[in-house]
């Protein structure tokens, strides 16, 4: 099994930065993409950002040039590094990635719990 947990969600005044952290554990025997995705209350839940294993970013349009991506395959961990954050990016913020387990080696799509990103006025 593979786990994904997110940390680094808070409060923050629009105009701040938050930087959110996803670890991946268990039995990995590969990690693929990985994403950010977020759902606001009464919305759908959206892709935010998604990085390929060789480093290959995309992003929303409504975060381009504001959040950026990044990962660590040696940490197995994913970054979201937002900045000129704005009332709109408040959300539920997940971690979603594309993983194999040493048991059975096949591809599979885990999701991480959530962690709240709340931007004030």
């Known amino acids: 099994q593979v786990q994904l947990v997110e940390s680094g969600g808070g409060l923050v005044q629009a105009g701040g930065s938050l930087r959110l952290s996803c670890a991946a554990s268990g039995s990995i025997f590969s990690l693929n993409n990985m994403n950010w995705y977020r759902q606001a209350p009464g919305k759908q839940r959206e892709l935010v950002a998604g990085i390929t294993v060789g480093g290959s970013t995309n992003y929303a349009d409504s975060v381009k040039g504001r959040f950026t991506i990044s990962r660590d395959n040696a940490k197995k961990s994913v970054y979201l590094q937002m900045s000129s954050l704005k009332l709109e990016d408040t959300a539920v913020y997940y971690c979603?990635?594309?993983?194999?387990?040493?048991?059975?080696?096949?591809?599979?799509?885990?999701w991480g719990q959530g962690t709240q990103v709340t931007v004030s006025s």
């Open positions: 979603n990635a594309d993983a194999a387990d040493t048991r059975w080696r096949i591809l599979r799509n885990y």
